[in-house]
Nanobody, 130 residues
Framework: QVQLVESGGGLVQAGGSLRLSCAAS????????MGWFRQAPGKERELVAA???????????FYEDSVKGRFAISRDSAETTVYLQMNSLKPEDTAVYYC????????????????????WGQGTQVTVSS
């Protein structure tokens, strides 16, 4: 059973920064896609950023348009840990942020589909005050 443990959420003023972490355990992966999704009250859960890699690929990243240039997703090459560095935060970034993982190298068109991710973290609250 795969477990995802998230950390790093909190309260920050607009313009500030936070760094989220997501550590996966329970199995090893030769190919993996990991994503950060967020869900604000009354809204659908949406992809914020995702990263994929495998033993035969150096990996690639994807970003939702509203966070491009402000957020950066990265991974620890030694462990299955993914980070989301969030800079220049805005009140509209306020949401519960979830980490998700798929034990496969997802195609481009599937990266944003939350149905394609098999395991989810418990979520971490990010609140940006104006």
């Amino acid at each position: 059973q795969v477990q995802l443990v998230e950390s790093g959420g909190g309260l920050v003023q607009a313009g500030g920064s936070l760094r989220l972490s997501c550590a996966a355990s329970g199995r090893t992966f030769s190919s993996v896609s990991m994503g950060w999704f967020r869900q604000a009250p009354g809204k659908e859960r949406e992809l914020v950023a995702a990263i994929r890699w495998s033993s035969w690929s150096g990996g690639s990243t994807f970003y939702e348009d509203s966070v491009k240039g402000r957020f950066a997703i990265s991974r620890d090459s030694a462990e299955t840990t993914v980070y989301l560095q969030m800079n220049s935060l805005k009140p509209e970034d306020t949401a519960v942020y979830y980490c998700a993982i798929s034990p496969s190298f997802l195609a481009d068109q599937r990266m944003g589909n939350k149905q394609t991710y098999d395991y989810w973290g418990q979520g971490t609250q990010v609140t940006v005050s104006s």
